[in-house]
């Protein structure tokens, strides 16, 4: 048998050393890929790297990808300093622990992601936590708000968002009930026997099997009809807005929108686990709301993302009495929708971590991104059509440069199908200023194929480069169905690259003759 030569030896030592410590590194610590679009994560074509921590609820691979409170209240905290006039991280109120004894406890607090330089905006409100046991809707509550920041001046179309809406987050609703959860996920609770109210002592003592209020029966609507039993799982409280932690939301959101021309341009949107599905109000009661119609058409257009089944909730259970999401919609007269993530076969409420980020993240942050976008109308946008597949490409032909664009205009993008769906009637583009600040964009008056007679067209024109400048630029693009409503703007970057400079060594002479 030949020997290596020793400087042979020494290498491959240095190798497997070097390739054991960035192992062990990126295990401690690993980050959402870099400037990848949603539709390559859906697509696998790019790893969703879960984000581990070295303190995680659990080493527990199938938990690992979840943070704690004191992780995610960290981690918003950096972002304040890192993303100056975008990020505010606000003190709403206290939980119940808190208000007891001001050393222990939690405060309650909200990420605010916007471009401060840009007034009176759309608002789009996600909230996550309000139950202790429910990991997934936080992490990716979470995980939305790193996407937009990540992707600021990487992705035209967050870009835009965060310029022209203001996205508020409360990532954990329950903070003292989650650190309960946390610890039971990390030491192996079956999660329907996790906790799930807050840490509240004064009807049902802390000896006994639970205490605690279910912060989503203690809101106004419908309070009363809810469970009056101490130590009940569903137990509504005291009385209604009895709880520092609803406190705490209902002022935030009675001042949010306390004006009627913000109400109209808002969007909310609580995560829930687990079940696969979508609803809209009301839950409490199985009527029918006033804006039936338009909630069960922008549900569909939600469930084409996440092909969650969207449902108004009256319809499919016992009363949920109590809850969040019919005080805003009833009281606060603001659109709402419950995201309810997850399912009992891939870990319940405590959804393991390679269904999470192989299926519920990809898909609910494209439902997150569509939602973001019609927070301008909920009622109405979302009856529009959708821009898919933005491109804008550089072509030269003798010397002469032009840009050419392509995109697929689509009416049909639900979830189940069956909804009714409009043809195309028109489709609008604008460079660099958005459609809704121009006095005119520019129409596309037809399709690649000549005429606007389907639900589904494909759209290939071109234009001139004379009148842009050298850089990179933002294409904006909305299309129009035969009602006359304009759909969601999509957008997407392209460059304009300068022509290097000729160099004076390959500049060619030609020679002079005289006749």
């Known amino acids: 048998m030949r020997h290596k030569p020793p400087i042979i030896q ?30 390559e994560m859906k697509n696998n074509s790019v790893p969703i790297e879960k984000i581990v921590q070295p303190h995680a609820i659990s080493e527990n691979t199938d938990l690992s990808c979840y ?31 808190k208000t007891q004894d001001s050393e222990a406890g939690y405060d309650i607090k909200m990420l605010v992601l916007t471009n401060e330089k840009i007034d009176e905006k759309p608002i789009l409100f996600l909230m996550s936590g309000l139950h202790a046991r429910e990991l997934a809707p936080v992490e990716l509550n979470l995980r939305f708000a790193e996407y937009l920041l990540e992707n600021y001046e990487k992705d035209a179309d967050v870009t835009w968002l965060l310029d022209y809406r203001e996205i508020h987050l409360l990532f954990v609703a329950n903070p003292d009930g989650r650190i309960i959860a946390e ?11 996790a906790w799930y109210t807050n840490t509240n002592t004064s009807a049902c003592a802390i000896g006994d099997e639970r205490y605690g ?21 569903f137990y509504r409280g005291t009385s209604a807005n009895s709880e520092p932690e609803t406190q705490a939301i209902i002022n935030y959101l009675d001042t949010l929108f306390s004006d009627e021309e913000v109400k109209v341009k808002s969007l909310f949107i ?5 079940g696969n599905q979508i609803f809209w109000p009301y839950g409490y009661i199985p009527d029918s709301p006033p804006d039936e119609s338009a909630l069960i058409n922008l549900g569909h257009r939600f469930a084409f993302y996440n092909q969650y089944t969207p449902v108004q909730l009256g319809d499919i259970s016992t009363s949920v009495s109590g809850a969040v999401d019919d005080y805003v919609y009833e009281t606060l007269d603001i659109a709402t929708f419950t995201f309810n993530i997850g399912a009992y076969e891939e870990g319940g409420f405590f959804t393991f971590c390679n269904y999470f980020e192989d299926y519920i993240l990809s898909d609910n942050l494209e439902a997150l991104i569509y939602a973001a976008k019609v927070a301008d109308a909920p009622y109405e946008t979302p009856f529009g059509p959708d821009i898919t597949d933005l491109n804008v490409n550089l072509i030269k032909v003798n010397e002469e440069t032009s840009f050419q664009v392509t995109a697929y205009v689509t009416d049909s993008q639900y979830y189940p199908f069956g909804m009714e ?56 693009m909305q299309g129009q169905d035969l009602t006359g409503q304009w759909g969601p703007v999509s957008a997407v970057y392209f460059a304009y690259e300068e022509p290097p400079p000729i160099e004076e060594d390959k500049l060619i002479f030609l ?5």
Not at 10 to 39: C, D, G, K, W, Y
Not at 428 to 441: A, H, Q, V
Not at 511 to 515: A, D, H, N, S, V
């Open 183 to 193: 610890d039971q996920a990390a030491s192996g609770t079956d999660p329907l026997n």
């Open 67 to 97: 943070r704690t409170v004191d992780e995610i209240y960290a981690i918003a905290d950096s972002w304040v300093t890192e993303n100056p006039g975008f990020v505010q991280w606000i003190d709403i109120g206290d939980s119940w622990e």
């Open 270 to 274: 609580n995560l829930r686990s687990y």
């Open 421 to 476: 769906v409009q043809n195309i009637y028109l489709v609008r583009y604008s460079i660099d200023t958005p459609p809704w600040e121009l006095t005119g964009s520019i129409d596309i008056e037809q399709p690649k194929d000549g005429d606007y007679d389907s639900p589904n067209e494909e759209i290939e024109i071109s234009f001139a480069s004379d009148h842009l400048d050298y850089g990179r630029h933002i294409l904006y």
């Open 10 to 39: 020494l290498a491959i030592i240095l190798i497997l050393v070097l390739a054991t410590s960035f192992s062990s590194a990126r295990a401690l610590m690993q980050v959402l890929p870099q400037n990848h679009s949603l539709e």
């Open 511 to 515: 020679p002079i003759i005289f006749k």
């Open 213 to 233: 209020v279910d912060l989503n029966r203690n809101f106004p609507v419908a309070w009363e009809d809810g469970s009056n039993v101490p130590c009940e799982e």
